[in-house]
């Protein structure tokens, strides 16, 4: 497995960041109205989804460390409106970001993935899922904010784990179609080439010539890989099609 591209406390820091942005977009607007990038769901569903992730993983860091579990309460009535959501939500997450700054991050905790059974995979998880649905429910706002750059570049990184610890999709691509990443960030230097080989996808750090080449912000590479919208300029070279190979062997919610 790849190390993680941030520090245990960047990663607590980015959740911090990512559980208070998501909390501003849930109280902006009315509940009931769809969100656009997962269209069967609602603000609500969405806000219900993160919280109960966010109290999930605050209570495994509990079980991890034996300190006493955090209040979970149950997500207010869509009825109750956006400042009741966003109250709960901010509450669950006040507990998560405490709970990880109390955990050292080599704790032992459960995960679902053999190569990491610390909080160091509860840490980054959290960031990168809730910079994700941050995404989501700004997209309901029509307000929708880049990743942070460190965090996006991180993120795509993890993609590839989480992939490795899944099952495949049925129809799937494993017929060795190549993607070429290329961020475009000032004073950074990020590039991936993905393989959609037969055992799945694989990446590696490299310039290299792929199928499809695309040049944009890490955060937008990364709003790619997840189906999201990007913000900015997209440049793409070669074979399109390869994307929708690529979407055929990583959904997200």
């Not at 700004?138 to 965090?151: F, G, M, N, T, W």
Request: net charge negative.
């Amino acid at each position: 497995m790849h190390e993680p591209l941030l520090s245990y406390d960047e990663h607590v820091a980015a959740t911090r960041r990512e559980l208070a942005s998501m909390r501003a977009a849930l109280a902006a607007g009315p509940i009931d109205v769809t969100v656009p990038t997962c269209p069967d769901w609602t603000v609500h569903d969405l806000g219900r989804h993160a919280g109960e992730f966010t109290g999930f993983w605050t209570h495994v860091l509990c079980e991890g460390t034996g300190m006493r579990k955090t209040p979970f309460p149950d997500a207010p009535d869509i009825d109750d409106g956006p400042a009741a959501l966003a109250v709960w939500f901010e509450d669950l997450g006040r507990y998560l970001v405490a709970t990880l700054e109390a955990t050292p991050p080599t704790t032992v905790v459960w995960t679902w993935v053999d190569d990491n059974k610390t909080a160091t995979f509860t840490a980054r998880r959290c960031a990168n899922e809730l910079a994700i649905h941050r995404i989501d429910a700004q997209s309901a706002r029509d307000a929708i904010e880049p990743v942070d750059a460190a965090l996006a570049a991180d993120g795509i990184e993890e993609i590839f784990h989480m992939a490795a610890h899944h099952p495949r999709p049925e129809g799937a691509a494993r017929g060795g179609e190549t993607i070429h990443l290329h961020g475009t960030d000032e004073g950074r230097t990020d590039e991936w080439l993905i393989t959609l080989g037969p055992d799945g996808p694989t990446f590696r750090r490299e310039h290299a010539k792929g199928d499809l080449a695309i040049r944009a912000s890490v955060s937008d590479l990364e709003q790619l890989l997840y189906r999201r919208p990007t913000l900015g300029p997209v440049e793409r070279f070669g074979d399109e099609t390869v994307l929708d190979a690529w979407y055929r062997t990583f959904t997200f919610g």
